[in-house]
């Protein structure tokens, strides 16, 4: 009998995997803030806040895509008239540097400039003072270097056939653990950061910093933390502590990132003597044990991120 009824729950499972998968490729969604251009299979995101070149690759990075260089005539075309009717940028970065040797221009993934799209502008690249290492895309077509540091617009993208979608978490990120007892996704970052960092990458993911919400999300956070291969990262950051999702940066009281209270969301276990830190400590963690801590904001610690699933079901069309 229990073979049998493991068995149901298996196919059950499997079809609406199938159901997931077909809806998933029929509809072609990655993210909310990405948009599907049929004509090249693949999403793009035009970033309106400008960015450094390496903040910019990072930004795309974070969000599951990367910095966008145009593959050929076709996908410049289809990306440059999708520019043209939504921004009025009159430039924007692109994923070519020439980091690694002067003069020898690649794509974020390695690969030489000539065999994608290179149409460069008159005289360009020039290498003026010899700080144009970084390149951008002009609304007319050409390409330029440019100075890395120099804030620009930039686009990001991620292709159809590299969408990869985690079904238990019903986002396009594999690295979020689901816990079935809770109903939540998690997931446990190993490169340490500063609290505001670290809330910039969960919003990056579609997530937040994670909220203890009962005894019981406490007990899974720390055991994700204790499972985690902590000892084998080095570096200058504190240990014995994560960052969650709780602050009291406004002076108003502590809060979750969610905007209730501590007491309303359910956990207020603070370690003992905690908080200590006044104004000096104004960011939340997570001690190993499962208590809570204040901390100084610009402390770098890992971090756990928290993902509600179905966030993103009203942007599936289904029918």
Request: negative net charge; proline residues 3%; charged residues 25%.
């Amino acid at each position: 009998m229990a073979r049998t009824t493991l068995l149901v729950f298996a196919l059950v499972q499997l079809v609406c995997l199938t159901v997931d998968i077909n809806a998933q490729s029929k509809n072609a969604f990655f993210r909310k803030d990405y948009q599907f251009l049929e004509a090249t299979q693949s999403f793009y995101k035009i970033h309106t806040i400008h960015r450094s070149w390496r903040d910019a690759k990072k930004r795309c990075t974070m969000e599951g895509g990367y910095l966008f260089y145009p593959d050929d005539q076709t996908e410049a075309d289809a990306v440059i008239g999708f520019w043209n009717q939504t921004q009025p940028f009159y430039w924007v970065y692109i994923g070519v540097s020439d980091f690694l040797a002067k003069g020898v221009f690649e794509t974020v993934d390695g690969r030489p400039v000539t065999d994608v799209y290179s149409v460069w502008g008159p005289g360009e690249p020039n290498d003026v003072n010899g700080v144009e290492d970084c390149v951008i895309l002009r609304r007319d077509g050409t390409i330029n270097d440019d100075a890395c540091d120099k804030k620009y617009p930039f686009i990001c993208k991620k292709t159809l056939l590299s969408l990869e979608w985690n079904f238990l978490c019903d986002m396009p990120d594999k690295s979020y653990l689901y816990d079935n007892t809770l109903g939540k996704c998690y997931k446990f970052h190993l490169t340490p950061m500063n609290w505001t960092d670290a809330y910039s990458v969960c919003a990056a993911e579609q997530s937040y910093l994670a909220v203890i919400n009962s005894q019981k999300e406490a007990d899974h956070l720390v055991k994700t933390t204790n499972e985690a291969p902590r000892d084998t990262i080095k570096g200058d950051y504190l240990r014995g502590a994560v960052h969650l999702g709780f602050h009291n940066r406004d002076d108003d009281g502590w809060k979750t990132v969610r905007g209730t209270t501590l007491e309303e969301s359910g956990y207020t276990r603070w370690g003992n003597q905690q908080p200590d830190g006044g104004d000096k400590e104004q960011c939340g963690t997570m001690f190993y044990t499962g208590t809570l801590n204040d901390l100084a904001c610009w402390q770098k610690c890992f971090f756990i991120c928290e993902h509600d699933i179905g966030t993103l079901n009203s942007a599936i069309d289904e029918s």
